[in-house]
T-cell receptor, first 111, second 114 residues
Framework: GQQVMQIPQYQHVQEGEDFTTYCNSS?????IQWYKQRPGGHPVFLIQ?????EVKKQKRLTFQFGEAKKNSSLHITATQTTDVGTYFCAGPATNDYKLSFGAGTTVTVRA | KAGVTQTPRYLIKTRGQQVTLSCSPI?????VSWYQQTPGQGLQFLFEYFSETQRNKGNFPGRFSGRQFSNSRSEMNVSTLELGDSALYLC?????????????FGPGTRLTVL
């Protein structure tokens, strides 16, 4: 079945630094969605990418969908303490309604 | 619009017991998905219900079951609880009409099995 993998599993970042987390699917995705879960909270939708090669920005966050629609990345610039949490990517295979989630990248920030 | 609600928020059970969790989706949403979340395991998909029918199922044993009512509210049942069932159980709702739908998660039910 479809598998979605994320690396790294943990990211320890100095405040102000940049980092990137990667998401790879074993099958072509219809779209890719990113969610953020703060400690003690539940996943909250951040953004969705649909087109091959699409790039979207949300303030300091840049999301990219690969040309083959099998991978995605999230790049955060000038990390802040508010960025702490776990970032999940998820996507349905083509013609599927089921969202397969990656294991997430848990981000901690050193002040 | 009210968000997704889950009850109860916390549960403590002992091995061998059974448990029922409830999820009320956002008004108008017809799809409810259930996930199990344990530390380091991410979100493991249990099943999805759409218009009272199970549309997708994950790789969990038959002890895990669910149903959806005509008002889209959903319940999940776990029978013969095991220690490994201790987890945060999240439900998420969406319109269910397109696979580009985003999911709206509830706060989860924290189940502890002793």
């Amino acid at each position: 079945g479809q598998q979605v993998m994320q690396i790294p599993q943990y990211q320890h970042v100095q405040e102000g630094e940049d980092f990137t987390t990667y998401c790879n699917s074993s099958t072509t995705l219809s779209n890719i969605q990113w969610y953020k879960q703060r400690p003690g909270g539940h996943p909250v939708f951040l953004i969705q990418l649909v087109k091959s090669g699409e790039v979207k920005k949300q303030k300091r966050l840049t999301f990219q969908f690969g040309e083959a629609k099998k991978n995605s990345s999230l790049h955060i610039t000038a990390t802040q303490t508010t960025d702490v949490g776990t970032y999940f990517c998820a996507g349905p295979a083509t013609n599927d309604y089921k969202l397969s989630f990656g294991a997430g990248t848990t981000v901690t920030v050193r002040a | 619009k009210a968000g997704v609600t889950q009850t109860p928020r916390y549960l403590i059970k002992t091995r061998g017991q059974q448990v029922t969790l409830s999820c009320s989706p956002i008004s108008g949403h017809r799809s409810v998905s259930w996930y199990q979340q344990t530390p380091g395991q991410g979100l493991q998909f249990l099943f999805e219900y759409f218009s009272e029918t199970q549309r997708n199922k994950g790789n969990f044993p038959g002890r895990f079951s669910g149903r959806q009512f005509s008002n889209s509210r959903s319940e999940m049942n776990v029978s013969t609880l095991e220690l490994g069932d201790s987890a945060l159980y999240l439900c998420a709702s969406s319109s269910g009409l397109r696979n580009t739908d985003t999911q709206y998660f509830g706060p989860g039910t924290r189940l502890t099995v002793l």
